[in-house]
């Protein structure tokens, strides 16, 4: 089963995140982290296979985690869910590493568009 | 001007996108109200009793910031809504999380449509705005499941090259 790591600041936006998974059709794993910092502190306990991650947190954000797992030796499957899906955010996600962009508000559908590739 | 994409029909759009997608389920339910008062010069939040704002702020090209307005009670019954929890009481941190990630998703899209680089800042809820010198260029007086709710935006480009 893939276990994946759903990072928010926002508990009621982890929620409807990982409700949006299953209605995707994933029956994942789940672990969750409020920001950067606790997210960080779970992928070196235990990395998990794919890291789900606002952008915009206090502590650390989503581009800081990135680029500190990154740094640290972390090449963990990595996107963004966030509520700012301009070309720009998504050009600079990309640079840094990270595989797709969802922007919120977000459907099932779009879970499965970014996802799927990457499955597959 | 390029304050222009940020009209009455790109939010009314982003703002029931994100109600359909993070609230109802459907559209629809989010329309314009029609009161019997048109005036421009209400303000944000004109005539709603016992106001509720979560707000977002951008800093950058742009500084400005987008909030969404409604009544307490209206508030309590989107975040219900919003949590699926049914007729569950709202505590205070449900309604800052809840309510602040509504404005927190319109604010990004609405930053989305803002030319440059810039910055969103933490969403926040409070039953007053702190003053800003960004003038309101928007105010969209929206009716969710019948009762009233605004959705306002500030802004201000920064002077660069005259251009203002």
Redesign the interface.
């Given at each position: 089963m893939i276990r994946v790591l759903v990072v928010d600041?926002?508990?009621?936006?982890r929620?409807?995140v990982v409700r949006t998974l299953r209605q995707a059709g994933y029956d994942w794993e789940v672990r969750e982290a409020g920001n950067g910092v606790e997210a960080m502190a779970a992928i070196q306990e235990d990395e998990p296979d794919v890291v789900l991650s606002d952008w915009?947190?206090?502590e650390m954000s989503g581009m800081d985690l990135l680029k500190t797992m990154r740094a640290n030796g972390f090449e963990t499957p990595f996107g963004f869910v966030?509520?700012?899906?301009?070309p720009?955010?998504r050009e600079q996600a990309e640079a840094a590493g990270a595989l797709f962009l969802i922007?919120?508000?977000?459907?099932p559908e779009a879970f499965r568009e970014v996802i799927e590739p990457v499955l597959a | 001007m390029t304050t222009a994409t940020v009209d009455f029909a790109s939010v009314f759009e982003i703002a029931q996108v994100v109600f359909a997608a993070m609230v109802d389920g459907d559209e629809g339910l989010l329309v314009p109200r029609d009161d019997g008062d048109d005036s421009d010069d209400d303000g944000a939040g004109a005539g709603i009793a016992d106001p509720v704002m979560s707000w977002v702020e951008v800093h950058g090209p742009y500084s400005g910031r987008t909030a969404v307005i409604t009544g307490a009670e209206t508030a309590h019954a989107l975040v219900r809504a919003l949590l699926g929890d049914g007729d569950a009481p709202v505590t205070d941190a449900d309604l800052v999380d809840a309510f602040g990630e509504i404005a927190n998703v319109v604010g990004g899209n609405v930053k989305a449509l803002l030319p440059g680089q810039g910055t969103l800042g933490l969403p926040k809820v409070a039953t007053s705005l702190p003053p800003t010198a960004d003038p309101l260029v928007l105010t969209l007086r929206l009716a969710w499941r019948g009762e009233p709710l605004d959705i306002a935006v500030w802004l201000t480009q920064e002077e660069e090259g005259g251009n203002r």
């Open positions: 600041d926002s508990r009621v936006m929620q409807i915009n947190m206090p966030t509520s700012e899906g301009s720009r955010m922007a919120k508000p977000f459907t | -």
